[in-house]
C-alpha cells in the first residue's frame, strides 16, 4: 500500500502538464508562417492551404493553446490581442506558469499582418462554437466582421468568407437571424464594389439561407434574380446556391427545374458532406413525386441514409400503389419528419397526385365502372368529388376515358401502342440532354496551362508569316532581276 501511495505522490506532477499537445501549437505557428508567406507574396493559394490544415486541427484546439498563440502572434497590449483573451477561459495559475516556462526560451514574433489577426478571430470564433459557447461567439463574430469592413485586401477574402459563414451561424444557433439581415446585405454591396467574388458568393448563399429560414421565398428570389452572377470559385458555395434554387423552383411549383438543381447539388457535394446530400434527396425526392415520376429504390438505399430516407420511402411506396388511405397514414406517423425538413406543405400537395395514380390504375382495370365504385376505390367524401376529379383527370390528359354523366359511370378507352406515340421519344431525348450536359460540365471542369492553346497558335502564325515574308521578298526579287 505504500508503495502505491508513493507511486501516486511521484506521478502527481506529470498531471500538471499543460493540457494540449505541444505538436497543435507548433502545427499553428506553421500555419502563421504559412498566411504569412501568402500575405507577402499575394499567394490567395497558400491561405487556401492553411484554412484546411485548421480544419484538420479543429478538434485538437484547446483554451490553453490558443491562449499560447494568440500571445506568440499577436502584438503585446493590443486591442485584437486583449479582446480574443477575454473570451478564452481562464487557466488555472499552474498551468499557465507551465506555459509561460515552456514558451520563455522561444522567440516570439509579433505579427502586425491583418491576416494573421483575421486568422486569430477565426480561430478563436470555431473554438467557442465547439464548446457551445454562443453568446461569447455571437461577441466575437460581431467584432471580427467590424475588423473586416475596415481591411480591403484580396489576400483576406478567403479568411472573410469563412467568418461570414460562421458569423451567420452563431445567430442561427441562437435564433437571432433575423437580425443580421441588414448587415449581410451591407457586407454583400461591400463585397460586389470590392470585386470580392469568393465573398459575394458566401453572402449570397447566406442571405438566401436567412429568407428561407422565415419562409421569405419571394424576397430570396427577388435578391437572386438581381444578384451579380460570375462563375464559381467554391464547389461547396455553389453547391449550397443550386439547393436554395431548387427549393425556391420548388416553392414556385417550377419542378422541372427544381429537380435539376436539387440532383445537381446532390451530386456535386462531397462525400463526406452526409447531411447535406441527405436534404438534397429529400426535397429531390418529392420534387420527382410532385412530377409524376417514382424514384428508383436504389436512391433510398445509399450508403448512411437509409435510415434518413424512410420516411420518404414509406411515402413514395404510397404514392405508387394510389392508396389515399395508406398516405394519410403514412403523412400523420412521420409528421414531425416532415415538419422538421419543412417539406409538409408539399406533401399536402401529394394527395392530388396520389388520387390520379389511383383512378389511373382502376383506368387500366375497369373499361367501365361507376363513380359511386370510383369514389369508395380512391375512399373520397363523396360521389360529387370523384366526377369532379375524374373531369379533371381526363381534360389534362392523365386518363383515356370518357365520362358518362347521365349513368354516372367511367368509360375507359383501350389502351394503344406506347411505341407508336412521342413519350419515348421525349424520355430518349430528355437523356441525351442530360448526358450531354453532364459531358459538357466535365469538360469545363479540367484543367489546362493558362494560354497554352494561345502562345502555341501564335508561334505557328508567327513562322507562317515569317515564311510568307520570305516568299515575297524572293518573288519581288525574282521580278526585279527579270526587269533588269
Same mark, same amino acid.
Not at 409538409?344 to 395514380?357: A, K, P, Q
Given at each position: 500500500m505504500t508503495q502505491d501511495v508513493e507511486m501516486k505522490e511521484q506521478a502527481a506532477p506529470s498531471n500538471s502538464l499543460p493540457s494540449f499537445s505541444p505538436s497543435t501549437l507548433h502545427h499553428l505557428k506553421e500555419i502563421a508562417s504559412l498566411i504569412e508567406t501568402g500575405a507577402y507574396d499575394r499567394e490567395v493559394r497558400r491561405i487556401l492551404r492553411a484554412i484546411r490544415l485548421t480544419m484538420a486541427l479543429r478538434r485538437k484546439l484547446k483554451a490553453s493553446a490558443l491562449s499560447a498563440f494568440l500571445n506568440f502572434t499577436l502584438i503585446p497590449g493590443s486591442e485584437a490581442l486583449t479582446r480574443l483573451s477575454s473570451y478564452l477561459p481562464k487557466e488555472d495559475e499552474h498551468a499557465m506558469e507551465v506555459d509561460t516556462a515552456t514558451s520563455a526560451p522561444q522567440s516570439p514574433a509579433k505579427h502586425s499582418l491583418p491576416e494573421i489577426e483575421i486568422y486569430c478571430y477565426l480561430l478563436v470564433l470555431m473554438f467557442l462554437i465547439d464548446q457551445k459557447k454562443y453568446n461569447e461567439a455571437k461577441a466575437c463574430s460581431s467584432a471580427s466582421i467590424a475588423r473586416l469592413k475596415n481591411i480591403n485586401r484580396r489576400t %483576406?477574402? %478567403?479568411l472573410a468568407a469563412r467568418l461570414y459563414f460562421y458569423y451567420s451561424l452563431c445567430y442561427?444557433?441562437?435564433?437571432?437571424?433575423?437580425?443580421?439581415?441588414?448587415?449581410?446585405?451591407?457586407? @454583400?454591396?461591400?463585397?460586389?464594389?470590392? @470585386?470580392?467574388e469568393l465573398g459575394q458568393e458566401t453572402l449570397l448563399n447566406l442571405l438566401l439561407r436567412n429568407y428561407l429560414h422565415y419562409n421569405l421565398y419571394d424576397q430570396a428570389?427577388?435578391?437572386?434574380?438581381?444578384?451579380?452572377? +460570375?462563375?464559381?470559385?467554391?464547389n461547396q458555395q455553389f453547391c449550397r446556391y443550386l439547393f436554395y434554387l431548387g427549393k425556391i423552383r420548388t416553392i414556385q411549383l417550377e419542378y422541372t427545374d427544381a429537380k435539376e438543381c436539387l440532383l445537381q447539388a446532390a451530386r456535386k457535394a462531397p462525400i463526406a458532406a452526409l447531411g447535406f446530400r441527405v436534404q438534397c434527396n429529400k426535397w429531390a425526392i418529392i420534387v420527382r413525386l410532385l412530377l409524376g415520376e417514382i424514384p428508383e429504390r436504389t436512391v433510398f438505399m445509399q450508403k448512411g441514409m437509409e435510415k434518413a430516407l424512410r420516411p420518404y +420511402?414509406?411515402?413514395?411506396?404510397?404514392?405508387?400503389i394510389g392508396d389515399l388511405e395508406l398516405f394519410r397514414s403514412v403523412a400523420e406517423k412521420f409528421s414531425s419528419t416532415f415538419s422538421s425538413d419543412r417539406t409538409?406543405?408539399?406533401?399536402?400537395?401529394?394527395? @392530388?397526385?396520389?388520387?390520379?395514380?389511383g383512378l389511373r390504375n382502376i383506368s387500366i382495370s375497369y373499361s367501365r365502372i361507376s363513380l359511386v365504385d370510383v369514389a369508395k376505390k380512391l375512399r373520397l367524401d363523396s360521389v360529387a368529388d370523384a366526377e369532379s376529379i375524374v373531369a379533371k383527370a381526363i381534360r389534362d390528359g392523365a386518363i383515356d376515358a370518357t365520362l358518362d354523366h347521365a349513368s354516372r359511370c367511367m368509360l375507359s378507352k383501350e389502351t394503344g401502342d406506347i411505341y407508336s406515340m412521342t413519350e419515348p421519344q421525349t424520355v430518349f431525348n430528355s437523356r441525351i440532354a442530360f448526358c450531354l450536359n453532364m459531358h459538357n460540365e466535365a469538360v469545363r471542369a479540367l484543367r489546362f496551362p493558362p494560354n497554352s492553346h494561345k502562345e502555341k497558335e501564335s508561334?505557328?502564325?508567327?513562322?507562317?508569316?515569317?515564311?510568307?515574308?520570305?516568299?515575297?521578298?524572293? @518573288?519581288?526579287?525574282?521580278?526585279d532581276d527579270d526587269e533588269f
Open positions: %483576406v477574402d %478567403v442561427e444557433l441562437t435564433g437571432d437571424l433575423a437580425e443580421i439581415r441588414g448587415n449581410l446585405l451591407s457586407l @454583400h454591396r461591400i463585397a460586389t464594389l470590392r @470585386h470580392d428570389e427577388k435578391l437572386r434574380s438581381k444578384a451579380p452572377r +460570375f462563375e464559381a470559385h467554391s +420511402f414509406e411515402l413514395t411506396n404510397a404514392v405508387r409538409h406543405n408539399l406533401i399536402v400537395r401529394l394527395r @392530388h397526385n396520389v388520387i390520379r395514380t508561334a505557328e502564325k508567327r513562322r507562317e508569316r515569317r515564311q510568307q515574308e520570305q516568299e515575297l521578298a524572293k @518573288h519581288i526579287a525574282e521580278e
